[in-house]
């Protein structure tokens, strides 16, 4: 989603991530989701885990499905623009290896999944220099 952002393509963000579907992000799926009413009650699948771990694995998951996605919907054109641009693209990522979080700017790597969590990297754009600050939310507690 970010790469459209920076590329100040906002109709295009809702139209390539609306649809997006537990399948298209995991090739093994590690939640069970079960809908009661309005509310979805989410569970770990253990026994996807284990098939993840007895493989040898280095996640919980598997997401294929999601490194596909995001090469269908984050073309090379519109990731050349982005470059082009100029703009500083910084993305959290969570590292479970190490547990932290990581930064990862365009300029640093070509490639960066931003993994799973609620982390706003406010501190480290302002650390950075960002005098203004977009950030899109996913989910929300409060």
């Known amino acids: 989603m970010v790469s459209y952002l920076?590329?100040?393509?906002?109709?295009?963000i809702k139209k390539a991530f609306t649809g997006v579907t537990q399948d298209a992000i995991f090739s093994n799926n590690p939640f069970i989701i079960n809908k009661k009413g309005k509310v979805n009650r989410i569970k770990i699948n253990h026994f996807n885990v284990l098939k993840n771990f007895l493989k040898g694995r280095?996640?919980?998951?598997?997401?294929?499905?999601?490194r596909r996605l995001i090469e269908q919907k984050v073309s090379k054109r519109l990731f050349d623009k982005i470059k082009k641009l100029n703009k500083e693209v910084v993305i959290s990522v969570s590292n479970f290896t190490v547990n932290k979080t990581e930064y990862k700017a365009l300029s640093e790597c070509n490639h960066a999944d931003g993994?799973?969590?609620?982390?706003?990297?406010?501190?480290?754009?302002?650390?950075?220099g960002a005098t203004e600050i977009d950030a899109i939310m996913l989910n929300t507690e409060v």
């Open 58 to 66: 280095k996640t919980f998951e598997e997401s294929k499905n999601l």
């Open 6 to 12: 920076a590329a100040g393509e906002l109709t295009q």
């Open 115 to 128: 993994g799973f969590g609620c982390i706003f990297a406010i501190e480290e754009a302002i650390r950075r």
